[in-house]
């Protein structure tokens, strides 16, 4: 068979036609017969098994049974109105409720008749019932290829709506597979799926659909997940060995006096093994004529800021120009200040370009950047702005990289005809998985180790109802001389309400802590640049004894004696988001704590992520339980720009050892034919064409 039956327009599949074509088309993104095979189902259950209506209980999941329709009717009303039908079988009976498509459904369930009943048995003031149940008449059972275990499609409302449901869909894949099976051509090349006892592609299809066992699901499902990061991982490897051909970096030859000085007589304290570590990454990247991308990953608290120093000081030794870029004012402005005074004594000149630097500050800047006379610059934004010229950048620095896109990163490259070597330094854990797709092209060093003489920070979940307790702890805690973050959410579609409960939290702790004896300041969004700067300042100094604050504060910021973070309405952060606000603690040498403060009402999924983020301080393992819990599209922070893979079949929480194994083999294949060029590579060459055309622009280009 040719290949073009899979580029068949999905309106010719018989039971299809244009009006169902159309909805596919949009709500799925299904516009061929290919397309449709590879709508992969989101979940298999096993029919085989028939339960008794006395097996039933609330914490099963899917099942089905045979029974009889006793009774229906109709419950509540308006928007209320539910129909509820009893089912028995002789063993007990059961209610069926609907809520939706009553007048419809209630013709079908007249008394006595006998129905194949499906769905997830929940528990209702007591009582095990089934909501909106599939219903089949026995003997009227569709015919499909038979199988083990049913497959489930997600579908949507639109969908649903025009009866196109996941049975539908099943029903489509059946009449498409009966025809094609066994004329699909294989997309991985024999020698992979012979060496790696993969299963062909006609085969994993099948019993993706319609599985002849839980074997060969298993089976289908590790080849279709192994070919997607497969092709994947070969293109991003592709991009990078073309990138690192074609582009040379800078040579930052020595280790130059600066460095030098500063590492044996200015560094306040012995490095980490695993600063040093990196520190040697970095130099071994920059010295050989390679242009560094680097991503540092390190957890807040970790010592990022001296790696980068001391990277911007082998840029300077070198005759280069470095900058070093934070996401916010505030950030910048400390950066600064903690940068000025650790090379106070040093030969460098360091200076700060923000938003609200004054204009004929900013010439100056400009002119000394321009002829070199300025050696490291520190800024937010602004640093990308066009007039911003130096006279050679050697070394970009981008702290808390989630807060820039990718395309802000392309463009300080374009501050040199030759682009500068690139060091992104974030504190958010990125699970190796994502940083090995989403940031593929990057190196990553990781800072897998905190200063020594930390303590750990202890947390606590709190509901409201202890407030009392927890105003005691703090002011114990302020007794003994320490400062505390009091953080409320600015999350919500909703910013009145937000405001409103930061105002009101205010209230109360000025209330609960009134001066004089007590100094509270505030800091949030909506004030003006200069009060939000002396809220701060105020906190800096320590005057202040606590910062109320939005999530302003969560990057960066740098208050050893700060050794209590309170957290509100905790339920409303993601997991990263909470640990970042954890890191501002625990930076003296004091004990720390953090005190998540939620409601008592809690979904799961916010109950088991106090659970995680009490449970512990590593970034890494939040980071991976996060990933697990919500899958990549929704990781907050790192994805600001969207997860740009559209991955059927794997996830990356969950699949990262066949992740690892793909990128393994793609690595082997491109070690001995990086331009994929000789006979028998053909197949992966018009593969990766096909799915990732962006890897194969260098064709174009070289
Ligand atoms: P982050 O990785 O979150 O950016 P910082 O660079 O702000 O962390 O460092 C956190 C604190 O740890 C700073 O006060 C810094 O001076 C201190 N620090 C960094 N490296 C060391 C070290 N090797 N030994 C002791 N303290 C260190
Ligand atoms: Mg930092």
Known sequence: ?????????????????????????????????GDLLFYFPYKHVDRTRFYKISQISGDLPYIQFEGKIISA??????????????????????????????????????????????????????????????????????????ASLQSFYNTSEKLKNSFITSRVIQKLQNKLLTMVYGKIPETLPGNITGRLKLAGLNEALLNIHFPQSPELLKKAEYRLKFEELFYLQLGILRQKADRNQKIRGFVFKRVGRLLNSFYHEHLPFELTS?????????????????????????DVGSGKTLVAVMSMLIAVDNGFQACLMAPTEILATQHY???????????????????????????????????????????????????????????????????????QRAKMWKKNPDPPHVLVMTATPIPRTL??????????????????????????????????????????????????????????????????????????????????????????????????????????SG?????????????????????VMVIESAERFGLSQLHQLRGRVGRGADQSYCIFMT????????????????????GFEIAEADLKLRGPGDMEGTMQSGFPFDLKI?????????????????????????????????????????????????????
């Open 543 to 563: 005057r202040a004894h606590i910062l109320v604050a939005t999530t302003v504060i969560e990057v960066g910021v740098d208050v050893p004696n700060a050794s």
């Open 73 to 146: 009717r109709y419950t509540g009303s308006g928007r209320n109105k539910r129909l509820t039908a009893s089912i028995s079988d002789g063993t007990g009976s059961i209610e069926l409720v609907w809520f939706r498509g009553l007048r419809w459904i209630a013709d079908l369930m007249k008394p006595g008749k006998q129905f194949v009943v499906y769905g997830k048995p929940t528990v209702f003031n007591n009582k095990v019932n089934l909501v909106h149940p599939e219903m089949e008449d026995p003997g009227k059972q569709e015919k499909t290829i038979n």
């Open 337 to 407: 200040s903690t940068l000025s005074k650790m090379l106070e004594k040093l030969p460098v000149k360091v200076g700060l370009l923000t938003g609200s630097t004054r204009k004929n500050k900013r010439i100056v800047l400009h002119d000394q950047l321009r002829s070199g006379e300025m050696h490291i610059l520190i800024g937010t934004h602004a640093l990308i702005e066009e007039s911003v010229r130096f006279r050679q950048l050697g070394l970009v620095v981008i702290d808390e990289q989630h807060r820039f896109g990718v395309a």
């Open 435 to 540: 940083a090995m797709t989403v940031y593929g092209d990057l190196e990553v060093s990781v800072i897998d180790e905190l200063p020594p003489g930390r303590k750990a920070i202890i947390s606590a979940h709190y509901y409201d109802s202890k407030r009392e307790v927890l105003f005691g702890f703090m002011r114990k805690q302020i007794g003994l001389g320490r400062q505390i973050y009091v953080v409320y959410p600015l999350i919500s579609e909703s910013e009145k309400m937000d405001y409103k409960d930061l105002e009101d939290g205010y209230l109360s702790i000025t209330r609960a802590f009134p001066q004089p004896d007590y100094v509270v300041s505030i800091v949030h969004g909506k004030m003006k640049p200069a009060d939000k700067e002396t809220g701060m300042q105020q906190f800096i």
């Open 1 to 33: 068979m040719q290949t073009d039956i899979l580029d068949r327009d999905i309106k010719f599949l018989a039971g299809v036609g244009p009006k169902r074509a159309e909805l596919l088309k949009k709500e799925l993104n299904i516009n061929t017969f």
């Open 599 to 618: 409601s008592y009402k809690l979904s799961n999924e916010a109950r088991q992520r106090m659970k995680t983020i009490t449970g512990t301080n590593d």
């Open 650 to 702: 794997s996830h990356l929480g969950k699949d990262n050892q066949i992740l690892e194994y793909a990128r393994q083999q793609a690595a082997v294949i491109l070690d001995e034919d990086p331009l994929l060029e000789k006979p028998g590579q053909e197949l992966l060459r018009k593969q990766l064409q096909k799915l990732h055309p962006e890897a194969d622009n260098w064709r174009r280009i070289s």
């Open 274 to 298: 695993a600063q040093k570590r990196v520190l040697r990454e970095i130099r071994k990247d920059t010295a050989t004529g390679r242009q560094m991308n680097r991503l540092l990953q390190g």
